[in-house]
């Protein structure tokens, strides 16, 4: 997933917004997979805020994944299972926020 480009989701992720994201069957990742391993990247936020993210079939959590200051561009290694759908979830908490979302690896 890239938002700047629209590979996955089209523009920004909004405040208190949600991206559900197909994880499997897709880059390699067999739809056998429970978990995946993601490197996640956040840039060009426009306030300070958070992103979360978690299982599609599961209630999202409370804490967060990754941090950020408005301007900042902030990486981070994830590790999420896979829901049953073989997507996960990513929430942004403020502003707007342009997501890079890459599977470097996954479990079965």
Request: no cysteine.
């Amino acid at each position: 997933m890239d938002t700047r480009t629209g590979l996955g989701w089209g523009g920004k992720l909004g405040h208190n917004g949600t991206a559900s994201v197909s994880v499997t069957n897709i880059g390699g990742v067999p739809a056998t997979a429970k978990a995946v391993v993601v490197n996640a990247t956040v840039t060009e936020p426009t306030a300070a805020g958070y992103i979360t993210v978690w299982p599609s079939n599961a209630p999202q959590p409370t804490a967060s994944n990754l941090n950020f200051v408005p301007g900042q561009t902030v990486p981070n290694l994830v590790m999420v299972k896979v829901g049953t759908d073989g997507r996960v979830k990513i929430y942004n908490a403020a502003g707007q926020v342009h997501v890079v979302f890459d599977v470097v690896g996954y479990f079965e």
